[in-house]
């Protein structure tokens, strides 16, 4: 079983993964609508943010869920979530929403009734300071996710929208000295190669840009102090703190393609080593794995897996109305497509 008493006096474990690009040196960063890459300078030199906090949070969660079965991966049975259905099949979970708890899906239905049993559930933190323990045993109760990755809920009629979580467990992936690596090609229409671009024929040049770096880094942080201020208790404790050492240790096993163009791996994965505590060596997944599912039936009582339906029409905004109505349109140019 994984020593977890090295984190008992420190308030952060933080780790530094060094990446490499799986093959070649170049590499995709993500990008931002009208800003493109993220590229800052600092007192080391120019960075570029390879992945967001947001995005890797989405990562982390991902490596819990099994999208063939729509349902938690086989060693986290029993743990806390919400799936929604309608019309009778599966529609998301609460593992999967944006926002968790937070979901339209789950709070902005016809269906009020775990709406109304989450108000009554946190009734008494309508005024004065927020009961954190009281938050965190609901929120424990119906998605453990949201104890590890943060929730917001905003509605007015829970706690006057006070109520919120932040992430416990954040990532990000950086690079050093990053340096733009440019290319570019043409999209062929050997059919017609002086065709109307508008319509999607004839020949299409266009450039690219990608990026080769001294370094690129997965910078971990887990918030220990944050665990334990939930007031949950020592097993609940230890459950958080291998769930997500257990995402941390699958993602960086698994499969690190962020996108068509950036595909990386650890540079020595075997040796996982953080910088605080220092020396201390991150668990293998099969150890990770046989203590998770022994911490969540330890904890059993405590977790529920719920369900709901979402039966509402899906209704589109008078935005994608409007969209739709001019890709309807035979002259209307369409929005191209980038790889993100």
């Known amino acids: 079983m994984p020593d977890l008493s090295p984190l008992d006096n420190v308030n952060r474990l933080l780790m530094t993964v060094p ?4 093959q070649g040196d170049r590499f995709q960063p993500t990008g931002f609508p009208s800003l493109g890459a993220a590229t800052y300078q600092t007192k080391d030199g120019p960075k570029l943010l390879v992945e967001s906090t947001q995005s890797m949070a989405n990562r982390l969660e991902a490596t819990c869920w099994d999208t063939t ?21 599966f529609l998301t979970d609460s593992m999967l929403e944006a926002h968790r708890l937070n979901s339209p899906y789950l709070l902005e239905g016809k269906d009020r009734k775990f709406f109304d049993n989450l108000k009554a559930e946190l009734g008494g933190l309508e005024e004065g300071p927020i009961d954190r323990r009281k938050l965190a045993e609901v929120l424990l109760k119906y998605d453990i996710g949201s104890l590890i990755h943060g929730v917001f809920l905003a509605k007015k009629d829970l706690a ?33 190669p002086s065709g109307d671009t508008k319509s999607g024929f004839g020949n299409v040049p266009f450039a690219r840009d990608e990026y080769v770096a001294d370094r690129i880094d997965c910078h971990i942080n887990l918030d220990l102090a944050q665990i334990r201020g939930y ?37 020595d ?16 997944l099969g150890d990770l794995e046989s203590a998770v599912k022994a911490a969540i039936a330890e904890c059993k009582g405590l977790m529920a897996h719920t369900t709901v339906t979402f039966e509402d029409d899906l209704k589109k905004t008078n935005n994608e109305k409007k969209k739709d109505d001019d890709e309807s349109d035979d002259d209307e140019e369409s929005d191209n497509e980038t790889d993100k």
Request: positive net charge; hydrophobic residues 40%; proline residues 5%.
């Open 19 to 22: 990446l490499r690009p799986l």
């Open 69 to 89: 079965k729509n349902k938690p991966v086989a060693a986290l049975d029993g743990i806390s979530h919400m799936t929604v259905t309608r019309k009778g099949a």
């Open 160 to 192: 006057g929208g006070r109520l919120r979580v932040a992430r416990a467990l954040s990532a990000f992936i950086e690079a050093s000295n990053a340096t733009v690596a440019a290319s570019g090609g043409v999209k062929n229409d050997h059919v017609n």
């Open 231 to 267: 007031g949950l208790g020592d097993k609940v404790e230890r459950l958080l703190i291998l769930l997500a050492l257990y995402r941390v240790r699958k993602l960086l096993d698994g499969d690190l393609r962020l996108r068509t163009a950036c595909d990386l791996e650890p540079v």
């Open 269 to 284: 994965r075997d040796n996982l080593v953080a910088t605080r505590p220092a020396g201390y060596k991150l668990p293998s």
